[in-house]
């Protein structure tokens, strides 16, 4: 049997424990052993940003992160942002903007998002830009997206005002 | 040394629907006892927003609002046969079968609402609303929930429908080649407009302007999607993509994401799309099928543009700033 | 960013839909910001095996033997799978709709044709074991000469790629090529004022999902095997599948239709059969899911594609007459591609009315990745040849380009290549409207014209 290793952080505000395999990835921790399927493996190396998540609040590409090394720290995921079945600001305007089809993109667009919106709640169109970067999406041309983003950033001013 | 504009134009149509046609889709439409609809297909969704669209389209046909209605896919031990999803059939062909489904459900419910009120099914409406009632005496009336109770636990009656929609197959005679592709087409004309830097050959799209003629807009919002999203791809498919870049070499071919270009959010060319519809005779409420199409005519006319721009032209894809500057050194040079 | 103009064609159209023209929100949407979505692989089975291909280095060879013993013993492989193993092994996936032969292997048995090619399955407890026994599986290859260019493998001499077809083309019911013959080109080209013969060339390129190809196929313990997959038609895979494994279809449970973008790059049957056969052959559940190095590289593109036009023109604009060579690199196996050369014939010669059009369209055999289907099968490459060769035509006889295409535009009632009558015709609004968001501008002539027939 391969190595086993405890391993103990929160995930999107809960304790955890479990015992994974030592070298797991924390994209594989998430899915298999967390039952987060939120972030999707659509490279394992990297390259497309669909496994991203956020570690103590910086974003991460889950596949290139061992999951022991988040031995003690906070991930957040897509499927911990809406609070007691009320969207995420940042959900909503994903939503009500039309920025997801086929969606497998869109919880590592969120997370990317977010981890911008929560360093740079003000962000001009080439701060979104410069932070969707990493996420590669095939089907909606990125510019829902980037529009999403703003919307949601212009509504965060707005209640903030 | 200098950035050049230029813009070039491109007109395309496109066929709905599997080549020579003999692709089918089956569709299922039943009511719950308390008047939702269920809408149970082998139907796939790739991202297009296929359930979605057939929610729509089942209650249009039924008069109901889309939030009453279910979509059940893809499992082949419920749902009834499809071809699949590609060839731009999704909405044509599988949308036609809901409808069939839906029209024969929709006649039944109206027969148990008809037999409640005492009147001819003939006689009656829906109101979108979720109730049943006589023409123009809309006080008349029964709710589709008891409507549908009265079906399953009075009346005896399955509020049900099949459907099945098949353009019967065609082969192309040998010599001529007289044969039917398709029953319907959509159209396109897109206006690239490029800078291209004739130092380096790098092509910046400036703009795109795309006319796109589906037939029927069955959801505006998810028609701009799905044409928004072609034409970034399309002009993905001109300047970056090959999985063969040092063709006829086929070595350093690329396995990943950093190898495979295509533009970021940060390449995006400012894009504007109008939609005309001339409904298909065939098409579900007249729709025809976009998905392909949309990422077709950028090629051309970005192809054109660089022309236009730097008077040369690259006849192969992708037009990369190599091939590009290549031919600027050749032309120089004649 | 979209408008919809309402103004053309109003009178085709009531509209007075309720729950259709409505920008209703979607339903699956939810689904996604929340992660909620069930992709095929968002599930966990209990002693689930990973399956690992071995895959041909070479682009041409023959196989003289396959030796799994090392590979067999390796901690954690449950079973290694062999071409022995698979009950039909040459097959091909549109001998559903009667177009063969069968030509291609589940696993390869005395060659390979493709670098790439499947040559055997290990199945492992985890990706890694999996991928340290494939390295063990020792191929004896003899290279043989391969061919990579449509124009070398049609030349004589050239190496057979595949013996299926007797000939590096595939041979449709009138012979080499697909033929489209109307009216006389010959005719056309003399009585033409210009003529002009272009060549138009394409590389293969990557649908590129960001969600890749796989699947996961479950032994139910009564005969059947669920298999959860991504395939983009249910009922293709699952037939194609009844017929590799020699299984009844009432078998085989397919289970999907949300896919995480598809754009033709999952309408092959490249991971479905192999893994329901290891899930039989083990009684374990098997799963199969590409890399993203085998998405990129493994699972078909889009044709190459070669094509030839040359037009006949007058100096007033009218097209007289158009002969296309089109050529597609179909690469080491059949697929698609018969279809798809196939329905670049039905293409030619654009939305044009042309009194004279020859067509000739070749689905071609190299030892490249097999191609297959791609958004635009058979339409995107020649639209780019179509399109520039309409600007260069245009450019040669100082016409404007728009204009030009006014002139030679398709109408209802027009006589298609094909012989079937235009119907629904809308190119010519489609260019008006451009002519005016584009500030393109036209004679007035042309934005007084419609596709109407002129009754």
């Not at chain 2, 296929?50 to 089942?58: E, G, N, R, V």
């Not at chain 3, 279809?249 to 192999?274: A, M, Q, S």
Request: charged share 20%; with cysteine; proline share 5%.
């Amino acid at each position: 049997m391969a190595k086993k290793v405890p391993i103990q952080l929160m995930l999107n505000g809960e304790d955890r424990a479990e015992f994974v395999d030592s070298g797991a990835t924390l994209l594989t921790v998430l899915r298999e052993r967390f039952d987060d399927t939120s972030p999707k493996g659509g490279c394992h190396q990297g390259t497309c940003g669909a496994c991203s998540v956020l570690v103590d609040g910086e974003l991460r590409l889950s596949c290139l992160t061992l999951a022991e090394a988040c031995e003690g720290q906070s991930i957040e995921t897509t499927a911990g942002l809406a609070k007691e079945g009320v969207l995420h600001p940042l959900q909503r305007v994903f939503l009500d903007g039309f920025a997801a089809q086929c969606g497998f993109c869109t919880p590592g667009m969120i997370m990317a998002a977010k981890a911008l919106l929560d360093h740079t709640p003000n962000p001009s169109r080439e701060d979104v830009v410069e932070a969707l970067s990493g996420n590669i999406c095939r089907c909606t041309g990125y510019e829902p997206i980037i529009n999403a983003v703003l919307a949601a950033a212009r509504a965060n001013s707005h209640n903030a005002a | 040394m200098a950035i050049r504009r230029g813009r070039g134009v491109a007109a395309v149509n496109y066929p709905t629907g599997m080549n020579l046609g003999g692709d089918p889709s089956q569709a299922l439409v039943h009511s719950t006892p308390t008047g939702n609809f269920m809408v149970t297909l082998s139907s796939v969704d790739l991202g297009q927003g296929l359930k979605q669209i057939m929610a729509q389209i089942c209650a249009e046909t039924i008069g109901v609002s889309a939030d009453q209605v279910t979509i059940d896919t893809a499992d082949t031990d419920t749902g009834p046969h499809c071809m699949g999803t590609f060839a731009s059939r999704g909405t044509h062909r599988i949308g036609n079968a809901v409808i069939q489904a839906a029209t024969e459900a929709k006649q039944v419910m109206l027969e148990v609402a008809a037999d409640e009120l005492e009147v001819n099914a003939s006689d009656l409406e829906t109101d979108g609303a979720g109730n049943i009632h006589v023409k123009g005496a809309p006080q008349k009336s029964i709710s589709i929930f008891d409507t549908a109770l009265a079906a399953h636990f009075k009346r005896g009656r399955s509020i049900s429908g099949r459907g099945m929609f098949l353009i019967p197959r065609s082969f192309p005679e040998v010599e001529t080649g007289a044969m039917k592709p398709s029953t319907c087409y959509a159209h396109a004309c897109t206006v690239a407009e490029v800078d291209v830097d004739d130092e380096t050959g790098e092509v910046t799209v400036v703009s795109v302007k795309n006319v796109f003629e589906i037939g029927r807009a069955l959801n505006p919002k998810m028609v701009e999607q799905q044409l928004v999203g072609g034409s970034w791809m399309g002009i993905s498919h001109a300047l970056y993509e090959t999985t063969e870049p040092y063709y006829p070499n086929r070595d350093h071919r690329g396995i990943d994401f950093n190898q495979y270009l295509m533009p970021g959010p940060g390449d995006l060319a400012e894009t504007e799309i109008v939609v005309l519809e001339r409904p298909a005779a065939d098409g579900p409420y007249g729709a025809k099928g976009p998905g392909e199409m949309c990422a077709n005519p950028q090629i051309p006319a970005l192809a054109n543009a660089i022309f236009d721009a730097v008077g040369v032209r690259i006849d192969h894809l992708p037009i990369t700033p190599e091939r590009v500057l290549r031919a600027l050194k050749a032309q120089r040079a004649a | 960013m979209m408008r919809l103009a309402k103004e053309y064609f109003a009178d085709q159209r009531d509209d007075d839909l309720k729950q259709l023209g409505v920008g209703l929100q979607r339903s699956d949407v939810p689904g996604h910001v929340t992660g909620k979505t069930t992709y095929f692989a968002d599930r966990n089975f209990p002693r689930m095996l990973h399956l690992k291909m071995v895959r041909s280095p070479h682009h041409h060879a023959r196989i003289r033997s396959i030796d799994t013993s090392e590979a067999e013993k390796h901690p954690g492989v449950a079973r290694v799978l062999t071409h022995k193993d698979v009950p039909h092994n040459v097959y091909t996936i549109l001998i559903l709709i009667q177009v063969g032969p069968e030509d291609e292997q589940v696993l390869a048995a005395d060659k390979v044709r493709w670098k790439g090619e499947a040559v055997v399955a290990v199945l492992a407890d985890s990706e890694r074991a999996a991928n340290e026994a494939a390295a063990k599986v020792k191929v004896d290859y003899e290279v043989l000469p391969a061919v990579f260019d449509m124009d070398e493998a049609l030349a004589p001499g050239a190496p057979l790629v595949n013996e299926y077809h007797g000939n590096n083309y595939y041979t449709y019911d009138s012979g080499s090529h697909r033929k489209v013959r109307f009216g006389d080109v010959e005719q056309g080209f003399a009585q033409a004022d210009f003529v002009l013969e272009e060549t138009y060339r394409s590389s293969p390129i990557e649908q590129a999902p960001t969600e890749t190809t796989g699947c996961i196929a479950v032994p139910e313990g009564n005969d059947r095997f669920t298999c959860y997959t991504n395939t983009q038609a249910m009922f293709f895979t699952l037939d194609n599948t009844s017929i590799i494994l020699q299984m009844p279809g009432h078998k085989l449970h397919f289970v999907g239709g949300t896919v995480g973008g598809g754009f033709g790059g999952k309408v092959d049957v490249t991971v479905e059969p192999i893994a329901i056969l290891a899930a039989k052959l083990t009684g374990r559940p098997v799963s199969f899911i590409y890399t993203r190095e085998e998405e990129m590289q493994i699972s078909s593109p889009r044709a190459a594609e070669k094509i030839v036009i040359k037009d006949g023109v007058m100096k007033d604009g009218r097209i007289v007459a158009r002969y296309v060579k089109g050529y597609t690199d179909a690469g080491a196996y059949s697929r698609h591609s018969p279809y798809g050369a196939q329905k670049g014939a039905a293409h030619y010669p654009g939305p044009y009315t042309i009194p004279n059009v020859w067509a000739d369209t070749y689905c071609v055999y190299t030892n490249r990745t097999p191609s297959s289907a791609m958004r635009g099968f058979g339409v995107t490459i020649a639209d780019f040849a179509l399109e520039v060769q309409m600007d260069k035509l245009a450019r040669l006889i100082s016409m404007d380009p728009l204009e030009f295409r006014f002139i030679n535009a398709y109408r209802d009632g027009d006589m298609k290549a094909h012989r079937q009558p235009t119907e629904g015709a809308a190119l010519i609004e489609c260019m008006q409207e451009a002519s005016k968001a584009a500030n393109w501008p036209v004679a007035e002539k042309f934005l007084k014209m419609s596709s109407y027939k002129e009754t």
